[in-house]
């Protein structure tokens, strides 16, 4: 039995110290954030959050991963709210929104990994460019061809990032996410 | 007949007891479906307004619609026509999952079809259902139905405030029962108040938040895990797969894990997802693989002197005239093999026991899957209810039969519930590749730039029939399709946007069971046929010193393709001049390109600006203009979703996709071997949607794809003065092309 620390509960899995982290989430606890896309490292479709840092759960064995803080689609604006000082948790992220406001979607599979790695990029970097995004998604596919709109979503979402840090220089945070 | 006519209203009986409380966006059929027994096997009579529609107590409505949802937004689009039609707001309407003991049988979803076929369709069902609800209103309120108003499901007489009624009143928790005569008026565009609105999908925020149950979700009870084991990449398609041996004892050290084999079929089982997974990898079988693929060197050879069978699609006037006519352009060109490799393999769960079968998957047409698991499991139809839940987004015929037969198999073999899903060497390996293709063709104008003959000589296979798991348990030998001229050159891409008086389209059928598995990929085969053609009518205008546009203007009469060629040049800001006419010995030069072309139905234009590094030979696409023609567009915010995604995928096809395989087997079996276009590669996307209220919907989800192709093809043209024969436009290939 291995214990590992998931969006801020320690659990203890069943499954043998070699099984990817991914068949952990999506088999033994079935969460559905995290899902398989190719299991090779390539696509994204599988990405969690390893101490803030976005990671291949299905290449990522669960015995590397004892002391760490693992965080998933699931719990990712509990993660957003604790980085970013927000007094609450909010339902969603400004990623999030940002996505469905600009309806950047077809089948929104790949979107587990795009929210992950959108989170991470502006947590480091609140005001990408235009090149910085694209750079930073890169690993990241979208077979329907949604990047575009995902562009664009990800600005708007800094946007809302921004202006929230603004404000919660001003005074508080509540209520701006 | 007679059965599933007295079967079908229980089910309905308790689907509107639910009211609108289970129903929740399309997620219900995974919530509340086990196998209820007491249902038999549909379709539901589709002369029938309860097939299509049911009004609950609370002035909602749910629509049974016989379309897949597969990413482009179709539900969300169809419940618009639906409460237009019904006057009740987006919030009141609601559909349930396809499952062929609910859902009606409107044909699979294919071809642009879920707008094209199913918007009319449930707009009539729904003006008709409307109809009667206002007469039973009248009944009630003792007035004509014509002073009568309606208003989300409120019916007020214009007259007299106070005398009201309501939809749930009328008829909320039953029946119409009422014939579907297609006779009811429908509203007047005049009057649309949500049909052409941009109205948000109502599953982007689940998925966003992560709690949509795609397939890949859904579990069942006592449920094993399953992979299947095959070959990595598949060889001919006669071939089939052929094992020689198999040694069970290589996966005794995974507990649990099982061997589950039928004749060539190999498949294993386990308790755990990563159980089964390593198993399907640690399972030592070894195959005959008799190499009687031509390998992509041969491929065209092959298809070009082997036996064929021909077929004349177009016959027009006489083509003699290119040999005496003033310009002249020969071209021939190749396209490879391409995949359909959605992000998520395809998946299946199923659960069959003696007497019946419960297959969900994501099969664009449940009705025909029915079928095809009935035979594979010795079953009658009625005994297998097939659901469709969605995966990724799927782009034509993946693996999605193939793997939905594979969980059935195996369930069967097991005695208990099995979902099944591929790898991605599975998905990418033996996939139904989009056919390769060969086109031959000779255009000619007069001085003045007018097309005097077009002829074009087109080379492919058909759509394979038999999917790989029943050629491989069952011994079912490999078979194409019938000759559908769907599957053949396409008269509509192929000069068909054009005023020509002489022209010949000669179909090629290259029999297919010595290639690879094929079918149809978005926009079939499209993309090759423009690239060949609307470089030849390129070339014309290059011949005479014409800029692109004008040329393909003037010989253009017809106002949607005349509409879609100059949207997307406007929209391109389109300056006249002859192609080709800036070359420059830089490294890095640029050029721009225009095309028209299309799939069956609807019409495409399209601009693209690119860049070629001539020392290099990388190519990147900086700007992709697109414009369709779709008729009605319902929801032009998906319908501009759908632009966007058909034009990046194009991208990605022209550029980068190409499936390899050598003698004995497909070689490209993940993203490295098989790239798709990625952030850094994407060009800038103007999607341009051209709008006609008065026109019936014609389908969007494929129709700019062929369009763009030519334009890239034609902007490479621009840049360096040189033509593509084949795509994709490698680096290796894009320098042999500038050397040559
Ligand atoms: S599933 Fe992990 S990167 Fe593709
Ligand atoms: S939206 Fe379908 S894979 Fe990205």
Redesign the interface.
Known sequence: MTSLTINGVSIEVQ?GDD??LL?VL???L?L??P??????A??G?CSILVDGVETRACVTPIASLKDKAITT??GISAFYAAQTGLASVPQ?TPV??A??EE?A????????GM?IKATELLLNNADPSDAE???A???????????????SAIKKASRTIQLARQSAGDSSMEGVV | MKKILTSVPLKRRSLLKAGGALIINFNFQKASFGQNQSLLAGPPDPEQIDSWIAIHQDNSATVFIGFAE????CSTALLQVAAEELDLSMTQVSTIGLDTHITPNQGGTYSSSAMRVGGPQIQRAAAEARQALLQMAATQLQVEADSLQVENGIISSTRNNALSTSYGELIGNRQFNLAFTGNAPVKSPDDYKLVGT?Y??N???L????????I??V?LPNML?GRIVRPRGQGAYKDGVQVTGINEDSIVSIPGARVLRQNNFVGVVAQ???DA?KAAQQLEVSWEQPGSLPGNESLFERMEKGMTNERVAVEEGDVSAFNTAFARSEFKAHGPYQAH?????NCAVADVSQNSALVMCSSQDIYNTRTSIANLLGMDTEQVRVQFH????T?GHSCWDDVAQAAALMSSMAGQPVRV?F??WDEHGWDTYGPAHIGKTRISADSNGKLVSYEYEGWQHHWSLIETSEQTAKGTPAAEWPPFPAQQINPRTLGGMYDIPNRYLLNHHVPGLDYLKGAWLRSPVDLSFSFVSEQAIDDLAFQLGMDPWQFRQQNISEYHWLGVLNAAAEAANWQSRPAAENLSNASIVRGRGIGVGTHLASYGGAVAEIEVNKRSGEVKVLHLYGAIDAGLVVNT?NVE?QI??????TA?RMLLEEVTFNKTNVTSL???SYP?????Q?P??TPIIVQRLNEAPSGAGEEVMAAAAAAIANAFFDATGKRMTMYPFTPERVRETLAG
């Open positions: 499954a099984t990817p068949y999506s088999d033994e079935q559905q954030g899902r398989f896309g190719c299991g090779l390539q696509c479709s689609l699931e969603t999030q929104d996505l469905v309806q979607l077809q089948c929104g599979y790949c979107y587990n929210i995004i694209r750079s998604m890169n690993g990241h596919l979208c077979r329907c061809g949604t990047y575009p709109k995902i562009i | 597969l990413g482009q937004g941009p948000p999908r599953d982007f925020p998925k966003a938040k992560g709690i949509y149950r795609y890949q979700h579990r895990h755990t997802e990563w997974v490799v959605p992000f998520a393999p969605d995966g990724a987004g782009f899903q790898m991605r915010s979703n966007i995604g058909q034009l990046v995928q990605s993940d993203w490295a798709i276009l990625r952030f850094e994407c800038e996307i």
